[in-house]
């Protein structure tokens, strides 16, 4: 069963270039760039070989990540609307219980050898790109204040203003407390959400939404 199941999906990541617009965004109607946010203090800094587009699978091991499977499909647009293709969309995240594969990440919770945590992808023609991963976890940063579950991201192609920033989950209760989305403006807080639909795959799907500035 595994076998087969990822061989389609690696056969979907390829046909990523061909994915159709997946948002209004990318009808050339206006847009309001995606707001910058740290990069925090977990930036990888261990060299890792394999930074596919699947998050849950390691070259060379046999067991997959511990946790949900979520599938984000993303689009790069520019603040006309218009999709960009060939944008470097790197993305780094914690493990499912809220542990970074990071040497300054002091969190008790386990790290997950199975865990990718890092990837780096390429948009294609119409700005689509997609990964799949596993939910990251919320981790404590002091007593009373715990990030919820979220993923940094690098977006980066020459001519536009590269943006560092970290995609939410809509709804997540978490989000209502957190420190730093709760220095953005409602409509920035919009923004920055990745939102469910509802697809006829084993896991959830996340569509989002990136807005970059001509430079
Ligand atoms: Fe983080």
């Known amino acids: 069963m595994k076998q087969p199941d990822r061989r389609n999906f690696i056969k979907m990541g390829l046909l990523s270039g061909a994915l159709a617009p997946l948002y209004s965004g990318a009808n050339n109607t206006e847009q309001a760039k995606t707001p910058a946010e740290t990069a925090g203090p977990f930036y990888p800094i ?3 070989k394999d930074k596919d587009f699947d998050l849950t699978h390691i070259e060379g091991k046999t067991s997959p990540a511990a946790g949900e499977l979520i599938f984000i499909e993303g689009v790069v647009v520019d603040t006309a609307g218009t999709p960009i293709e060939d944008v470097t969309v790197e993305l780094w995240q914690a ?3 809220g542990r970074y594969a990071h040497p300054h990440d002091t969190n008790p919770a386990p790290l997950d050898p199975n865990f990718q945590g890092w990837a780096i992808a390429r948009s294609g023609k119409q700005g689509g790109f997609r990964f799949k ?10 007593g009373s204040w715990s990030r919820p579950p979220h993923i940094h991201y690098k977006i980066s192609k020459r001519g536009y203003i590269e943006l560092t920033t970290q995609m939410y989950f809509q709804g997540h209760p978490l989000n209502q407390k957190d420190r730093l989305i709760n220095r953005k403006t409602e409509n920035e807080q919009k923004l920055m959400e990745a939102k ?3 697809k006829a795959r084993a896991m959830d799907t996340y569509q989002y939404q990136i807005v970059l500035e001509k430079a």
Do not use: E
């Open 46 to 48: 261990t060299p890792q």
């Open 95 to 97: 493990n499912a219980a």
């Open 133 to 142: 991963t596993i939910m990251p976890g919320a981790y404590p940063v002091s």
């Open 196 to 198: 469910k639909v509802s």
